[in-house]
């Protein structure tokens, strides 16, 4: 071999080893600078970072689930609270591998639920739980949830005997009044395939101060797992997140907590690593009161069962908007929905013509009849020249059209002779109403623009779910829906309440609330007060009152329609007369309204009290009942007596 043979191949060894120098610095400079933490890849796309990858492989960690925020009453009542249950759970990684001795585990598990489950039964759901691959514990099944303490008790005494098995703790939604106030308060229950879809990226947001190199912070800190509550009416829908502004925030879901451990190449314990408590989530003060509820719903329960119908009761401030009560009738236990139906009795429930999954109060439509006047009284004084001394005379009915249709009064075939505007008013006389259209000037068009203007034909925007707006008709409505043109009987119909309008009770709350505060039309607020969890670091919230609109009209014309609704009690042939008490300073306005030919008058009963001062508005409806004197204002007059008595005027 030449010497210059050799120093080629030198050469060409020291380039090799040079090249292979260069692609190991390469190699380490990709794994520990440029690819350790998280990178995006020439396409955009989001990796995780090796640094991650390797602390995925040499931890594990368990979400220990956080109990939900409690709903109170205005004083402080609990209405839902979060207990405890236990659940049977497998881990995997800790059964035997022994078939023997996997099947003896399988035995003496079937001994111990004492029936409630079989071997088979146990021998499939291990199968299951195990193909799934989890490190986790898992529940057994429907059979081992909320289980009784003798046989939590039974699985600890022989925890040494039971490899795999332990009992975990977890929370279920409670209601300790079962139906009272079950339709605002809604229901908590497991989360749905669509709703994790819709949730499942959204991260706990972390404290101030909280580092994020801590190693839990490692992995993704979701706020929803597969096995999480979530609201799904009522408060506990509108208050699981906060949607108004920037990413959506928890309120009621709490922080879990999370124990996260060292394992070892089987995904076994070693140690603990770190471990975060869980943290209960935000306190909710509600602006019902527990008190006035109770009384509503035991009133409204006697009345609806003795017609066979339905009713609603919805009690407001008339200064801030707060609603003290608001209850529907039927209803159901709450506890029932967190628990979970049996297939029989949810079709015995959703078969019921009465509805009683429906919050009646802003989900149910209905004509107001006569208790609409109050309405139309506003709207006559503010576009025609009717004053209050303009008399009509009442025959009982009257004729119209061509065809010379009937038009009778309520008292029809007696009559309420000559009377006055406020005369009208507290006698709800149908034929002053009809009088005001045809000799007073009164259109259709104005009694539109005032029944929008007091909140009608639209959602109050109270926050919870299935609001519907009911309807304010006009011409070109009927003509878009209808295919006919407006008739002067369409207006005789809408100005005593009937036609095709239809409203919820909560609607006329808040008109009535509007006609004893001076023409402010308040936005109802359901929730006084959140006081948010320790973590989050902040004050809290307060509700404040909010005005949707002004109704423009003038003073004048509001305290004519009060002084209407105040003669209905006090003089001795109002609608409301059997209300009059010195004590009571009720003013309201009776309404019956035909919804079906065949079937009883709705009875309706809006006022509001203390007369010269307002301070609470009241609405109550029970469906096919006959007249509001008899059926809904004795409700209405206990409710706001024990308002006044509680808060005063």
């Known amino acids: 071999m030449t010497l210059a043979g050799f120093d080629i191949r030198l050469k060409a060894l020291g380039v090799l080893m040079g090249v292979v120098l260069i692609a190991l610095i390469g190699r380490l400079w990709m794994l520990q600078i440029t690819r350790w933490s998280d990178y995006c890849t020439s396409d955009g796309e989001l990796r995780v970072g090796y640094r991650k990858l390797a602390l995925f492989n040499r931890t594990a960690a368990i979400r220990t689930p956080a109990p939900r925020g409690t709903i109170y009453d205005r004083q402080g009542n609990m209405l839902a609270e979060t207990r405890a249950v236990w659940s049977a759970c497998i881990t995997p990684a800790d059964l035997p591998d022994d078939l023997a001795q996997r099947e003896e585990l399988i035995v003496r598990l079937a001994s111990i639920f004492r029936g409630s489950a079989t071997s088979a039964e146990i021998r499939e759901a291990i199968g299951g739980i195990c193909a799934q691959g989890s ?40 209601y300790p ?10 229901y908590a229950r497991g989360i749905t395939d669509e709703q994790y879809e819709e949730v499942k990226e959204l991260e706990c947001p972390a404290p101030p101060g909280e580092s994020g190199d801590d190693t839990e912070a490692v992995r993704a800190d979701r706020v929803y797992a597969r096995d999480s509550e979530f609201g799904q009416t009522g408060i506990e829908w509108a208050l699981e997140l906060n949607r108004s502004n920037g990413p959506p925030t928890p309120i009621l879901q709490g922080r879990h907590g999370i124990l996260e451990y060292q394992v070892d190449v089987r995904n076994r314990p070693l140690r603990v690593i770190r471990e975060r408590l869980p943290e209960r989530g935000a306190s909710v003060y509600l602006t019902l009161d527990l008190e006035l509820q109770k009384l509503a ?11 066979g119908t339905t009713g609603v009761v919805v009690l407001m ?101 000559r009377l006055d505007f406020l005369w009208a008013i ?25 029944a929008r203007a007091f909140g009608l034909g639209e959602s109050t925007n109270c926050g919870l779910p299935a609001e519907v707006d009911g309807l304010v008709p006009d011409r070109t409505w009927k003509l878009d829906e209808k295919g006919e043109g407006w008739w002067t009987g ?63 009209a003038a003073p004048e014309s509001l305290k004519m329609v009060r002084d209407g609704m105040r003669l209905a009690v006090t003089a001795e042939k109002g ?12 003013a309201g306005k009776t309404g019956s309204a ?56």
């Open 135 to 174: 490190v986790d514990p898992l529940p057994l099944g429907s059979f081992a949830e909320d289980i009784p303490l003798e046989i939590v008790a039974d699985i600890e005494e022989h925890r040494s005997e039971l490899p795999g098995v332990s009992v975990i703790e977890h929370f279920r939604r409670h």
């Open 177 to 186: 009044y079962g139906k009272l106030a079950a339709h605002v308060l809604g």
């Open 297 to 307: 719903e035991e009133a409204l329960h006697q009345t609806v069962e003795h017609y």
């Open 317 to 417: 401030d008339v200064r801030t908007g707060e609603v003290l009560v608001m209850c529907s009738r039927p209803s159901v236990d709450a506890n029932r929905w967190a628990a979970g139906f049996t297939d029989e009795a949810y079709e015995t429930l959703a078969n019921d013509p009465r509805k009683p999954f429906y919050n009646k109060a802003i989900s149910g439509e209905y004509p107001p009849g006569s208790a609409f006047k109050i309405i139309s009284a506003v709207a006559a004084l503010q576009t025609t020249s009717v004053r209050p001394s303009h008399t009509f005379v009442c025959g009982g009915i009257i004729h119209e059209g061509t065809d010379h249709q009937p038009f009778r009064c309520w008292v029809y075939p007696d009559r309420h002779r």
């Open 426 to 450: 507290a006698k709800s006389c149908d034929v002053y109403f009809y009088e005001l259209v045809r000799k007073g000037g009164l259109t259709s068009e104005a009694i539109a623009k005032y």
């Open 490 to 552: 369409d207006t005789l119909q809408f100005v005593i309440g009937q036609s095709f309008l239809t409203v919820t009770p909560l609607q006329m709350t808040v008109a009535t609330a509007a006609i004893a505060n001076g023409g402010k039309v308040l936005k109802p607020q359901l929730v006084r007060k959140i006081v948010w969890p320790a973590h989050v670091r902040r004050g809290p919230t307060i509700y404040k009152a909010q005005v949707t609109r002004e109704v423009k």
């Open 575 to 586: 609608t409301a007369h059997n209300l009059a008490d010195p004590n009571l300073p009720l």
């Open 594 to 649: 035909q919804s079906y030919l065949d079937r009883q008058t709705h009875a309706w009963f809006v006022c509001y009290a203390p007369d010269d001062h307002p301070r609470f508005a009241c609405a109550v409806l029970v469906t096919e009942a006959g007249y509001g004197s008899t059926a809904a204002a004795p409700i209405a007059a206990k409710v706001m007596g024990a308002a006044l008595r509680k808060y005063g005027g």
